[in-house]
């Protein structure tokens, strides 16, 4: 990891002797002997699932009961965590320019309090950024372990290139697992929406009705 990005102990340094306007002197001190550790404690706290929870919570079998249906749900979220990559280094950049316009107006305002204000702002723009530097860090981090489940998951058994295909047969199996759960202190709602998403998908597939145009269509058995 490269210490000088994703560090905050500098301006944790710095904000220790403005901290005396909200702390005792005494909490300021301990706060400074503290920075190394809550530097650590910054840069390793989660952010987003581990490899841990992605599998059993994101992919648990009762949702996602075949290799198909995993590797979709991971196609899913590997593309919003890279949209937001990408929306966070547009974030990045324009923070930049903030940052460089605030040098540049420091250097020229004359005004003791007006300066004095940029100096605040500036401050906080570089926490902001060493902040979006560990958030891009933990969106790849993710990013690369969908990637490694998607591989995993992608047995060759299955249509990798349209997400309907699979879905017929995944959805089956995650509504009868609903279905397993419902109680008689269920809600009308609720058993209403499961055994009614149930029954049409039952038809729908039985019908043939998702089959390509001009393939003829095949009864599938309940």
């Given at each position: 990891m490269n210490k000088e990005k994703r560090s905050i102990q500098k301006q944790a340094n710095s904000e220790a002797k403005h901290l005396l306007a909200l702390?005792?002197?005494?909490?300021?001190?301990?706060?400074?002997?503290?920075?190394?550790?809550?530097?650590d404690t910054w840069v390793k706290k989660q952010m987003f699932r581990t490899e841990t929870e992605m599998r059993f919570s994101v992919l648990s079998d009762?949702?996602?009961?075949n290799n198909a249906s995993k590797y979709w749900q991971s196609v899913r979220e590997q593309n919003a965590h890279f949209e937001n990559?990408?929306?966070?280094s547009f974030d990045y950049r324009k923070n930049g320019i903030k940052v460089k316009k605030l040098l540049r107006d420091i250097k020229k305002e004359k005004d003791v309090l007006e300066k004095e204000m940029k100096q605040i702002e500036l401050e906080e723009k570089l926490y902001t950024q060493a902040n979006m530097e560990l958030v891009a860090k933990a969106r790849m981090k993710e990013i690369a372990t969908w990637s490694k489940l998607k591989k995993e998951f992608n047995?060759?058994?299955?249509?990798?290139?349209?997400?309907?295909?699979h879905q017929a047969e995944s959805y089956m199996h995650t509504l009868e697992h609903r279905k397993a759960t419902l109680t008689p202190g269920s809600s009308q709602p609720e058993v209403f929406n499961v055994l009614g998403q149930l029954d049409t998908l039952k038809r729908?597939?039985?019908?043939?009705e998702l089959l390509p145009a001009g393939q003829k269509k095949k009864q599938i058995k309940k």
């Open positions: 702390l005792d002197k005494s909490d300021v001190s301990e706060f400074k002997k503290m920075v190394p550790e809550l530097q009762n949702k996602h009961g990559l990408m929306q966070l047995d060759g058994k299955f249509d990798d290139k349209d997400v309907n295909t729908i597939r039985q019908s043939g």
